[in-house]
């Protein structure tokens, strides 16, 4: 416990002579001949940016100790902003990966607005009328709306008159998840996509999110799918509007996300008359902890 960690080196004396080495108590806290208390040390190292972190631990049994226990922890709560729960079996590459930021965050969808070809990263499952169809800009409604995920491009997806749909997989595990990142943090998911269609023709406009487990068989979803539909007519026509939805608290076993949508008009009017939606997004957030209970600092060495 840190109170007895305190008392601990409350009682070491700190001679302003040089300290005798001692492999089994001191070794790595001793700098330039000073004695340095594992607490100011470890308050140090969480000012390490988290790359030489790593080397670090290198250092000596001391170090990696104090860093693999207490240190990346406090690190990551700090780069968050929040506070994580205690969990002693937490490898220490879990916080890493929230320090380094690279993956929680972005958008895991690819070619979310038809930037590149209609088929590239997707696959297409139904290819109903004239087929799917990029529009850059987007035809017969306004200027996609003001919208990060758009990266300042005005490409959007365009169904026809008969159904179209196609999906994307994302394996969670290939965007540097770890399986004990998702299994015992799960992380908050959120998706969203913005959709519309013509001031001339109503449409229907269809997505669908599953989350799966290791094999993407239908037995595999770990959740029940969650299924968004609209049908754009009369005023709701002519405009673009954003759906958003999130997943939470859905348990051990997530591996992949699978993310479909598609659509078709309601004329059945040849040519690209249906629904088009552009900024598909699936991004993995750190959940939201709240914790008061101070018993449960971590230990920052181990006792004998």
Known sequence: AMGQISDKLKSMAVSEERVAYNEANNNGLIIRENYIPEELLCEILCYVDHK????????????????????????????????????????????????????????????????????????????????????????????????????????????????????????????????????????????????????????????????LKKSEGFNDVILPSYNFSKILEGEEQNQWFKFEHEFKNYGPGLRKIRFSHGGQDRSFWSGYYGSKMAGACVKLEIPDFHHNDDSEEVDIAKQD
């Not at 104090?66 to 079996?89: C, F, H, M, S």
């Not at 009328?129 to 491009?153: H, M, R, S, T």
């Not at 169904?159 to 749909?165: A, H």
């Not at 013509?198 to 229907?204: E, I, K």
């Open 52 to 211: 030489t972190l790593c080397n670090c631990q290198l250092v000596c049994k001391q170090w990696l100790e104090l860093i693999q226990g207490y240190v990346w922890r406090k690190k990551a709560e700090r780069t968050l902003g929040k506070t994580l729960p205690v969990d002693e079996n937490a490898p220490w590459t879990m916080y890493y990966f929230i320090c380094d930021k690279k993956a929680f965050g972005r958008n895991l969808i690819k070619n979310h607005s038809g930037k590149t070809r209609v088929n590239s990263d997707w696959t297409i499952l139904n290819d109903g009328g004239d087929g799917w169809k990029v529009e850059n800009p987007p035809v017969g409604v306004p200027a996609l709306p003001d919208d990060p995920v758009f990266e300042g491009k005005q490409s959007c997806f365009v169904t026809s008159y008969g159904r179209c749909w196609k999906q994307q997989t994302i394996d969670l595990l290939d965007e540097g998840f770890t399986e004990y990142l998702l299994d015992n943090l799960q992380p908050t998911i959120k998706v969203s996509e913005w959709y519309s269609s013509r001031w001339d023709c109503p449409a229907l406009y269809v997505c669908t999110i599953e989350l």
